[in-house]
């Protein structure tokens, strides 16, 4: 019988995104020191790539438009670096005035998607990120870059992994250094991922290719397990697993850290997170936010003997 664990990595980067894919989602707007104290229990559980905010347009999300405030409220803790979405000009200029080290632009495969949350088409997307993201090189900013809707579309269904795989291929060749294929509404199954995967793997190299789930339907595990098996090296999660697509009915939370990192440790892969204190990180999310948080080890704790009764 083949080892299905054959091919796992050593070791694997965590890229957290609750300060932001999971703060925009709030109905109410988080007060500034709470967004604070989330991002230093983050650091302080060793998280080291934390998407902090927004440079979005506040009139389309409320939630984040306190972004330069915010860092330049918390200067990121040693070894750390912030990031944040950039979608024009307008957000790298606000990036830039951050000393931001790395932001990240997004657009959707879907064209439906893509017009609700960014009012653009996925060309016009792809013609503006051909302009910012050379122009952000050249100032010393890092990009990443997301692709929605991979696994599918609230509005249109499936969509097409040529598309997506073709999309990711034009961001790198911009100079975008890892695309995040993103499930945005949760609807991936491992046969799908694998499909996926191999399709990128096929244009991308291996280390450009991070997987962003969201877990609404409770399938990102078995997909990061898929990843990992192909030795996908870049998750991004989220403490909690708090999160969710402002334009994206049914998106609810991501990935939340504490499962993902809960997994990986398990299996012997060395994440540089320690899960106590993300489990401590996960308790003041949940006091800021105000209401109880979905991730299943949030909930349940580590693996723990207890005295028999
Ligand atoms: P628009 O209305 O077409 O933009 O929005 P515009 O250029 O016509 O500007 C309209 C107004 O917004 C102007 O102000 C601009 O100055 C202002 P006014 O003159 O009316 O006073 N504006 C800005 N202000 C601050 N910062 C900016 C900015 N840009 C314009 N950067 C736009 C187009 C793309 C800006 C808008 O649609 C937008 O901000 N969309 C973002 C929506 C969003 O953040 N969605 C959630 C994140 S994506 C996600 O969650 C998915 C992901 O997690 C992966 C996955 O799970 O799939 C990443
Ligand atoms: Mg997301």
């Not at 995104?17 to 925009?24: A, Y």
């Not at 389309?60 to 979608?87: H, N």
């Not at 122009?135 to 991979?150: C, H, L, P």
């Amino acid at each position: 019988m083949p080892d299905l664990f054959a091919a796992l990595p050593d070791a694997v980067s965590v890229y957290e995104v609750s300060p932001r894919d999971g703060l925009q989602n709030e109905p109410g707007i988080v007060p500034l020191e709470g967004k604070k104290r989330i991002i230093r229990a983050l650091a302080a559980a060793g998280l080291k790539r934390i998407e902090a905010t927004s440079f979005v347009s506040p009139k389309w999300v409320p939630q984040l438009a306190d972004a330069g405030d915010l860092l330049a409220q918390l200067p990121p803790p040693d070894g750390v670096t912030f990031s944040a979405l950039v979608p024009n000009e307008k957000g790298l200029e606000r990036a830039r005035e951050s000393t931001l080290p790395e932001i990240a632009v997004f657009l959707s495969s879907s064209e439906t998607h893509n017009r609700l949350n960014t009012n653009k088409s996925v060309d016009a997307s792809l013609d503006l990120f051909a302009g910012i993201v050379p122009q952000a090189r050249e100032m010393g900013i890092r990009v990443r870059a997301y692709v929605s809707t991979v696994w599918g579309c609230p509005y249109e269904g499936p969509i097409a992994i040529d598309k997506s795989v073709g999309i990711a291929r034009r961001l790198v060749e911009m100079g975008c250094y890892q695309v995040a294929l993103s499930d945005t509404i949760g609807v991936g199954t491992p046969k799908q991922t694998k499909e996926i995967v191999q399709a990128a793997l096929g244009e991308l190299a291996v280390e450009q290719i991070a997987l962003h789930l969201h877990d609404t339907r409770g399938t990102a595990l078995a997909n990061v397990l898929v990843g990992l098996e192909l030795g996908v090296r870049n998750f991004d999660a989220s403490i909690g697993g708090l999160g969710g697509c402002p334009y994206a009915p049914g998106a609810s939370g991501n990935l939340a850290t504490e499962d993902l990192v809960f997994l990986l440790e398990g299996m012997g892969l060395q994440t540089g997170i320690d899960l106590d204190k993300l489990i401590e990180a996960g308790a003041i999310a949940e006091q800021v936010v105000g209401r109880i948080l979905p991730g299943k080890v949030h909930q349940a704790g580590a693996f723990r003997l207890r005295k028999a009764p």
